[in-house]
């Protein structure tokens, strides 16, 4: 029977760029997405950017742009990225549309409605200088038990210790350096306790239905132990978000409108009436007892909770229907350890794309991926050796080694008719094959490329032994020859249909050159005869190691050293291993990017580089003539520049802690990089960089040089 799902994946978030990370999820979901099309369903396949937070907020601030410029360049990024890796979603949205506040507002009160909804006084740390209350990723100080300096608010890095942010030893805002006072506000809360026994029993009936993960269910049991404790659901302005109704400067905490941002996604496509739906379809896949069709969420195993308990949670609270599956999966490793931006191993999607194949990863992954948590490892080695000989030595070549002779000798047609024995091989490899539907629906690729690539071996064997390009010699056995061409050359297109949904790019120009363009996986179950075939054209080359450290010292590039005013180093919004439904559980998929640093914290240095390098940079010397402060920003300094042949320069630097008496600067020389690509602010155009030695904060200085330079001299 043909079902109806709608398939959805976590939303990126709207911060930085897509890594590798991203794309084991979007990979995996868009594959099953593609299986389960071929085997006939009917799949609904949307996503969005998850667009909102303090995290954005303060970015944006810091580029000196409004929240949604920054959210509308990055939506742009995603997308182009998600579309080179072969991720074909129906709708891409952002959390930050009107559909979205729309139903974020509605299922808000619809929960207010059936009381599920409280207030209360809530004690936190406020930034009195940014005016700002402090999630605990922002607040860092002194770890209370080990006394290591510069640990977050909420957990110690050093020892492992949880407390509360309070409790760190001279604690400071990330924000702005400024120590937290502690105050009051009124936090609304989802009172997650109305519903316990439904989230119980729906824990189990979706277990026993294959619809979660037996780890996952047992994972969750030990937060009914204590029972479950509101879920703190708002945020006091500044915030970008959508503001509570009749709560002006309350906002939803972002986790409450990104979930929701799935069915606002899903329902912009209804509304598009693109993929044969129509406004009305939306009801059928959201109404609380819609059993016809499907909910399926991909997820990262670091947000369950929000996934299998909050989100179920509003939903029924709301009236809605509650998801069909949740299907977690494990963390991408590189080379066995977390992903490393000094060491190369923190690889960008674009970096990516910018070397390889996009067809070869899905296919590694596929290749590694189960139907469990269990952590992903891209072993480069592997990865370039895998892709080698299963993609190039044992698919591709089937056709390159037979299509000539095809071409040569029988006019590029294949055979009427196979005989006897031919027929049985290849149905017997056809039913084999027929086992991968099972298998991608349960997510269980890995199984799927083991059948997948044990039938090439059999397709290999075959020719080998049957030798075409001896046959091709010899007059009298063209008939012979002519059955073996085609039995191969079916064994080639039935492998490419079953690997159409991991490797689409590849496989569709692999089917253009069969002449044939299947959709389904019953397509398989009949060979092609007498059928005219295109020339070959090479479909997929080998991977040279070169391109693989290519790549990753592309990847250490992007560590480089970032222009002044040196961004704040954000930590990600969101709370570690203590977050628990009482407090306000974060996007802890959201952890700090391994590269970065905060207040303190040594960078670490980019690696050699070669003169022609260094000689990109036109380092020059410059007379400061105005310095001044920046009405709106308690970091920069404005300064306007002689630069002598260069003319004046504009140039806002960060470094105003260090400096506070900005006329003292008025005269001196300065050093700064004049080749730098202007950057627009929201006080106006910086055109440069000033160079100074330092951590950052009050720990910066100037650089000067000797009597007797003028302004605009290159520093070389
Ligand atoms: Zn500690």
Redesign the pocket.
Known sequence: MPREILVTSALPYANGAIHLGHIVEHVQSDLWVRAMRMAGHKVHYVCADDAHGTSIMLRAEHEGIMPQALIEGVWKQHTADLSDFGVRYDHYSTTDSAANRELTYQIWRALEKNGHVESRPVKQLFDPERQMFLPDRFIKGE??????KD?YGDA??????TYNPMDLIEPYSVVSGAKPVERESRHFFVKLADFEVLLKSWLEERRAAGGLQSEVVNKLQEWFADGLRSWDVSRDAPYFGFEIPDQPGKYFYVWVDAPIGYLAAFKELCESKRGGLTPLDFERFTRVDADDTELVHFIGKDIIYFHTLFWPAMLHGAGLRMPTAVNVHGFLTVDGAKMSKSRGTFVNARTYLDHLDADYLRYYLASMLGPTLADIDLDLKAFEERVNSHLVGKWVNIASRCAGFVHKHFDGKLAEELPAAERARYAAAAEKLAACAALYESRDYAAAMRTIIEVADEANAYVAEHAPWVLAKDQSRRDELHVVLTLALNYFRLLTIWLTPVVPATAVRALAFLGDAPDRFDAALMPLLGHAIEPFQPLATRIDPKQVAAMIEASKESLQVSSNPSPPILPVEGEGPKARASASPGPESRVPDPGSSGPGVRVPGPDVISIDDFAKLDLRIARVDVCEFVEGSDKLLRFELDAGELGRRQIFSGIKAAYPEPSELVGRNVVFIANLAPRKMRFGLSEGMILSAGIGGNSLFLLDVDPGATPGMPVK
Not at 143 to 148: E, F, L, N, R
């Open positions: 770890c209370p038990v080990c006394h290591s640990q110690c890095e050093a020892c492992g210790s």
